[in-house]
Each structure stands twice: as C-alpha cells, then as structure tokens.
C-alpha cells in the first residue's frame, strides 16, 4: 500500500494522556507516605499483580457493553465458574502440582485454565442467547435477567460442591519470591503481571491489527453502520462475550490460586470490584478499563497498608473522585 | 431495461408514527434515480427501508428478483447494496484507511481501485493514516461515498450526498458519482440541490406525506418548471 | 369464590387475594400465635413495605437500584444503636427515627445526584458499589455497629413480651407488649404501603411513569428528570428506613445479615418481579408467595431431597436441598421476567392473558 503520501497537513490528533499519568502519579504519590522503600516496591508489585488480574475479569464486561450496549450483571458468575473448573484439574492432579517441577507443575496449571477458559466461553454462549437476546436492548431487563442468572450460576456452584471453601494451593515452583536487592517479589504476583499485560497486548493488537478488531472498535461507535456495510454484528457480539467470559473465567482461575482458594462468593465479591473498575475507566473503554484496574488496586494495596479501616470504601472514594474529574470515566468511548 | 429494485405498497411504521404510507417506485439498473421531496416526506426513512433497518411492516422489496423486505440489513448489504447515511457515519475512532478496509468486505483493498478513488478525492490519499475524525465535514462525505465504493456493488442507496458542502466539493461529488454511473451502478440517490439531482439524475421520483407524489424522467421535471414550483416548492431554489 | 369460578374479572380476584392476605395477616395473633407464624407475619408486612418502595424505583421509573438494602439497614441500625445506647425508652426510639430517615435521605440524594445525572445505567453499578461499601463500613465499626455480631437491645416497657396489657380471662387471648409490637408494625406498613399508593397516584407518580417510558420526550415536555429521578429515590430511600425501624423492633436485634445483607437485595427483586412490577400491590402479592414459600417450601424440598437420596437419584438430592431454595427461585425469578414481566397482579389485571 503505498502511504507516502504527505499526511503533514493535519494535526495529530491530540492523545488523551493525562489518565495514563494517574496511576505512576498515584504511586509516586505513596513513596514518601510509605517511607520505606522496600515496602513501597512490595506494595507496588501487590498492586500490579492484582490490578492485572482484576483488569483480566474486567476487559470482557466493558467491551461487550461497549460493542453492544448490554451490561451482564451476571459477569461475576464466570469468574467464579471458572475458578470452580480450575479445582477439577489442581485436586486430582495435586501431586503433579505440588511437584518439584516447572514442567510438571505446568502440565496442570495451562489445561486447567484452558479448560476453565473452555467451560467459561461455553457458558458465555448458553448466557447471551438464553438470558440476553431474549431482552435485548432492554436495559431493565438485561440486568434483572442477568442478575437472576447469577443468583442460579452461584446456587447451582453450592449444589454441586457443596458450600464449604475448597482449597486450591499453588504449584510449587511458583511459591516463593524473587528477590531483587531488597526487595522481594512473589513469583506468583509476577506470573500474574504477565499474564495480565499479555492479555493487555493481545487486546490491543486484535483492536488495531485485525479486521475483527477493527469491526468491534467501529461497532462500538457505530453499530448500525456497521451492519449496513454487510457485517453481521451480532456473531460479532457473542463471539466478543465468550471471549469476555473466558477471559473472566481466567481471571477467576488466577484469582483462586492468588487467595489459594475457591468459594462461589467470589463472583459477589469481585463483580463489585470489576464494575468499579469499568466505571472508572469509561463503558466500553480496554484502555480505560486497564488503567482503572491499576488504580483500584492500587489505592486497595496502599490505603490497606497505610489507613487499613478505610480499605474497601476507598474504592468508592477513588470513584466518587474520578467521577467528578470525568462523570463518564476516564476515557468516555460511546455517547450512549 | 430492467428494474433493480422495486417496492410495492411499502408501509413503515417507527414506533406510532406511520411513516411510510404505501411507496411504490422501480430503480431501472443502470440509472441514476433521484428520490426528492420535502423534509419529513419519507426520504430517509424509504432509504432505512430498503437497508432494513427500519423493518417495512408491510409491502414487498424486491432486488434482483428477490425478496429482501424481511431481511437483516447485513444479508441486504451482502446482495450488493452499498449505502451512504445522511450523517456520512464514518467511524471516527478509526483512520481513513481502517475506514476503508471494512468498505472492503469480500477482499483486501485493491489499489487500482483505491487509485481510481483517490483520483476523484485526492484528500483521502492526503489524509490516508489520519483518524477520520479529523477530517472536514466535506472530507468525511467523500470518505463515506468511498466506503461504499471501495467495492463493486450492484445498487447504491445515497443519502443527500451534497448537504452542508461547499459548492466546489459538490462539483467533486457529481463527478465521481457520474463516472461510478458510468462503470455501470445503479443509484438511489435523496437530494435537496436540485441542481446537482439534474445533472445526475436520469429518473426522478417525488415524495410527499409518505408516498411517492410524481415520477419520470429527470430531463422533463428539469424542464417544466411550473411542475418543479408545484411539487417541490421553494424548498429546492435556495439551493440553485 | 365456587359460584364466580366461571368468569371472574381478574381484578376482582386480585382484590380477593388481597382482602385474604390482609385479614390473615391482622388475625395472626388470634389463629397462629406461635412464634414461627407471628415472626412470618410481621416478615411479610415489613418486606411488603420495602418491596413496595423498591417498586416506586423499579417500576415506576425503571431504574435499578443495589442499594435498597442500605436504607433498609440504616433504618434498623439508627433505631438499633439508639435503643442499645440510650437504653429502652421512647425517647431512644424517637432519637432513632431522626436521626435515621434525614440520614437514609440525604444518602439517597448525594447518590442519585451523582450518579443519575450521567447515565441510568451508571445508577444501578454505583449503587451496587456503594451499597457493598456500606455493608463493610457497618461491620468494621464495632464499637458503634456491633460489628458482625449486632447489637441485641430491649424495647421500653409497653412492648415487651411480658407486659400483659389484656389478661387472657378476657377473650380467651392474652394480648401483651408482643401483640401490641405485631400491630404497630402492621398498622405503620399498611400506612405507609397506602401513602406510597398515594404518591404513584399522584400528578407526580405520572410524571415518573411519563419517564420511563420515554425519558426525552418526558424532558422534552419540561420536567427534569434527574430531579424527579432523584426525588423518587429519597422518598423510597425513607420509605425502606422506615421498613428498617419495625425489622428493628420486632427483632430487638440488629446485624449484617438481618438488614444489610446482599442477599436481603435479591430477595426484593425477585418479590418485586414476581408480585408485578409499577403496581404498588404486587408488592404485597410478591412479599406474601415469596416468604411464605421462603418458610415452608424447604421443608417441603427438604423432604424431596431426602426422597431422592434415597431412591439412589444423582444430582438431585443435592439441587433439591432446603439450602438450595434459591436455585429455583432464581429460575422462576428468570422465567417471570421472560414470559411475564408484568408479574402476578400484572396478570390477573389483564384478562385477556392466557388462561390464568
């Protein structure tokens, strides 16, 4: 393709970078509260590790908000049905888990979470055409409808295991930390970091190098368009809210073995969590939605450490402030 | 010559409103038919039919021999509609390019085309990485028009194309669509400038109250001009 | 009932259910003294008001709201730590009711303020945070809440359980400070079941179904929305503190899991769906089935599921267990906003319906 041609003529349009600042500022900010240096690198790479994981959870909610204007209520579910799925493969194979071995501890850990991301995804398909097709468009009743399919997503989790905690230790190469100078960093938070900023990337590239990508950025903007142009947007949505599902799926497999645990509260639990975190960043927004996650765990880690009391009204604190600076979020994607 | 594109008796409903009362006209393949009338006549909204985005509640569309009234509008742009809104709807999130690429939905751009294209609307060359919606409200019509031509389709429905532009890029814009005639597309075309419908139009049709008022060949309506003062009033001399 | 079977009009058998549900509920004293029915009772009238409050938002303006729960909790909890602070006296519970219902209130408007000011949509997601905020702020402030144990208090004199007002010579009944408690609370839900009638009645009631329905044009037509919106959301706000000062009263207790728990939320939405959403009178209809069900029905799947176990059934014993009620209520919870959204009074409103 030739694009040699002079493009000097326009002005580049101006990247919104002030919401990209906020989170270094905010732990910049925490240096000099926390004093000490090596708490504050352990805190920060708490933060990270758990902003990830939450921003993993997260992605598939506000995209399928913003692609199609329809808010799962029920987005908890998955993360708590994939944790749940995760238990099926760590149990039996605890002894290859707790092995003393990359490799074999790895030979449980991967098809648990594709297995998990699977069920998830499948899942996800049974939800969108089962609970919101039928009222699509509908706002009211996508949430009542989505609520009550939580309701029976976590009732059905305690008919099958039963209500008690199900314990999911960690593998054992990934005990441990690493240490760099002073500080110590769990590898396990570090696993997470990366496996969140690859799903970060990989977002990025399928938005902006694809055509599919390219079909969702512009159904976000303009769904009726899009559909003019001969694309049929509605695969397109299920296709992006099994993702979005398997994605939470995976978020709750890595949130499981982050708490060593399992219980079918943490859909409740997190569903909190992730829509502050998609309201902070702006409906429909990945970018914002990434940087939400930081903050919010940020501010979860920092304010748990220094005012301890005030550790999970801070969120709404950091909403309620974010809000007013933005009252759409951070990066406002649609104007519905 | 046949007929592309017929309705027969086409209502639309949008919410209570009763639109569309009945519209019944034929688009001749290879022609350009100017649908005209006043605002609020049912311009658009014959348009949104045909794309099936409104769902006609009542009437047949026929394309090509086939009935599409009562199907999704991704399976009626698939038969080889393009379509051009009246709010041009470039994504503007995306780079003319990007633009471009999703008017491309059967292959990869073709660069013969795409130089054809930029023949008639240099800017988008120009602005080729640029998002578009950077772009002049002129710019984002051509844009739009190109997106509905970055492929071959066998019927174009437009949407007042000349709207709010400067006369120099309406002079840009009868030309490209002149030479799209050539290459042998079919268009339905609404527009208020009645200047720019006469040098494009072969047919003419005109709206009013939601049924089509008066139809024949453009080259008549052009000429009597007591018939253009009684259906269309001085809605269309401002424009001249 | 026999004779009218053949064609009833629907709203006739709307009232009939309603007449029904009432007189039992003002007869319980009399015919189920016990504990068990009495606490079912009064359970009823309390979730009816706070269904209904729920129902203005709901269905009066189509808004959902995660936070109905919280008012309901600062009501109890006002009243709770004024009793337990100040020691049982009328006095305590009036100190309760000020300082609770200005405080339900104002916490309403600061959130709809907020966040109806933006988008609907924005309301139901913050409002689910908030509330969960709350719900943990409650149990870390112990000293003053109790934290997650509550605070357990005493009622002044006049309603206690050993304050023989009537002695049973009388009429056969004792009625004493617990009888009075029962009809203070049936008499103040019933009130304020009617005052919340006379709002959606109202000029004002209108104009909030005038939004939902269409919220531009209703702002086209002049009335700000976002005020109405809000005003709604105080008044319902109140309205479930008020439900929270008799839960409080008639429980002379108070912890997370009676008022603040998540759980309570989801048992008004599935009341307010499955009683009729905008009809006032579904919340009655919907707080009546739901509890009723909620006390009896395990028993009844308790017994399935043992059946099941011992017919050697998989599966089954486990999702028909009495902890799993929830399953199916989510289920019919489902179903209801499916097949009929307007619910039960929606139905027997409407004749034309399918055979009922």
New interface residues.
Partial sequence: MSDTATSDALPKPKRDLLPVLLPAAFALLMLPLVGSASSWATLLAASLAMGMMIFIMASGLTLVFGLMDVLNFGHGAFIAVGAYIATLVFLPLAGWSQADSLLTNLAVLVPAAVLAMGVTALLGLFVERVLILPVYGQHLKQILMTTGGLIVAEQTLYALWGPQIIPMPLPASLRGSFIFGEVAVAKYRLLAMLVGLAVFIAIQLVLNRTKIGLLIRAGVENREMVEALGYRIRRLFLGVFMVGAALAGLGGVMWGLYREQVHASIGDELTVLVFIVVIIGGLGSVGGCFIGALLVAMVANFGGFLVPKLALVSNILLMVAILMWRPRGLYAVTSR | MSDLLTLTGVHTHIGRYHILQGVDFAVPEGQVTMLLGRNGAGKTTTLRTVMGLWPASRGEIVLAGERIEAGTTPDIARRGVGYVPESMAVFSDLTVRENLVLGARDRDLDDARLDWIFGFFPALKRFWLSRAGSLSGGQKQMLSIARAIVEPRKLLLIDEPTKGLAPAIVMALIECLKEIKRRGATILMVEQNFHAARELGDTVLVMDNGAIVHRGAMADLAADVALQERLLGLSLETHQ | MMILSGDPPRSRLLAVLLIVIVAMLVLTPWLFPGAKAMNVAVKICIFAVLVASYDLL?GYT?T?SFAHTMFYGIGSYAVAIALYAMGPSWAAIGTGIVVGLPMAMLLALAIGL??L??????F???T???A??FQ??AS?MSWLTGGEDGRTFRLPELLRPGTVLIDKSAFGFEINGRTLTYYLVFVVSALLILALLRVVNSPFGRVLQAIRENPFRAEALGYRTVFHLTYANCIAATVAACAGVLNALWLRYVGPDTSLA?SIM?DI?LMV?IGGMGTIYGAIIGAGIFIIAQNYLQTLMGAASSAAADAGLP?LP??L?P??W??W???L??AS??FF?TGVVGRLRRPKAGAA
């Fill in positions: 709901l189509g959902v907020f966040s000011r933006v988008a609907a949509i924005f139901a997601m913050i689910l945070a908030v969960s905020a943990v702020l870390q998540f989801l939405l769906v599966l486990g999702l267990h902890d799993r929830l399953l209520l989510g289920l919870f489902i906003v499916y959204p």
